[in-house]
């Protein structure tokens, strides 16, 4: 990783972002980051990618095997916020209507009366997403890209914040439809929560064990906290040396030999996006290339498609990320030698002054 000042390459720190970033901002994310990590024991990493995505306005895919806590994780962190919360769970019977709601037919008014499905909350959840049909996953489309629902030639929109927390099982194949790739855009990042560690473990059977530590779970946050933290999380400063930076590690996944299909100009937004949350997070109101290098794998990996010889070669999306990672030049401060990420030749200490308001 490289050390790198962003407000040295355009003359300055940026102003009117730190009167929205910082103590509101860290106080609401502790508050939720300690809620979630009291129910999900040792994932701080996975906790601080999934509030990453909340506060860069994306949505969260949970990939893993069976009892890991993927539903636990998505339901922690939709309980520590005062918000409307819907949970599905995808079948193959589950039509599009029960996900987007259905026009019925009013006797008493001679009219058609809107009922709104599952989608019309603020945090939905989707649980085993690929065991529905592509019909029925098609139905979120629209809602993920555009936040808004179209029935019946009328357009109804979605309440703010919005997001969609979805999992599945990756091995069990048996009865599931992947997803498509166009699915698979529209979720900003894909994270594996994985096994605990022995002490996590140890410490989950004493939290788990009587009851489940959902049930005393109380929002710590309330919805307009939210919303008022992603309105300043768009605020961050990105520079044009790091924005052309995440242009570059995208466009190489298109040209990349052991890819057949390589990520759409909207994972470079899903990426900056990511980035910028990053960086609020971490107390700045600036970007660095440290953020955008720190999350390519997770916004970028699950919408690659490796070719039949990469595949037979037991290449992964993951492994060719990070190899793009080590070939992209970093941008260096001004006045300063750039290096290859990940190869050995670093950049220079650029002097780290504290960021003013956070």
Known sequence: MTTYDDRASHGGT??????????????TVERVRGSVEGVIEGKPEVVRLALTVLLAE?????????GVGKTMLAKALARS????VRRIQFTPDLLPSDITGVSIWDQQRRDFEFKPGAIFAQIV?????NRASPKTQSALLESMEERQVTIDGQTYELPSPFMVVA????????????????????????????????????QMLDIHGGVSPLEDLQPVAHAHEIVKLVEAVRGVHVSEPVRRYAVELVAATRTHPDLRLGASPRATLHLLRAAKASAALAGRE???????????????AHRLLPTAQAQLNRRTAEQVVLEILQH????AAPGQQGGLGGLGRTIPAYPQQPPRGL
């Open 167 to 202: 999992t599945q099982n990756p091995v069990e194949m048996e009865g599931t439809y992947p997803l498509p790739e166009a699915q698979r855009d529209r979720f900003m990042a894909r994270v594996s929560v994985g096994y605990p560690s022995v002490e996590a473990e140890l």
């Open 125 to 129: 959840i989707g649980d085993e997403i």
């Open 14 to 27: 940026p102003t009117g972002v730190s009167s929205r970033v910082g103590d509101d901002l860290t106080a």
């Open 58 to 66: 994306g949505h969260l895919l949970i990939e893993d095997v069976p």
């Open 286 to 300: 600036y970007a660095l290339p440290d953020d955008v290098q720190a999350l390519a794998v997770a916004v970028l």
């Open 328 to 331: 992209t030049p970093v941008p």
């Open 81 to 84: 916020i005062d918000c409307s």
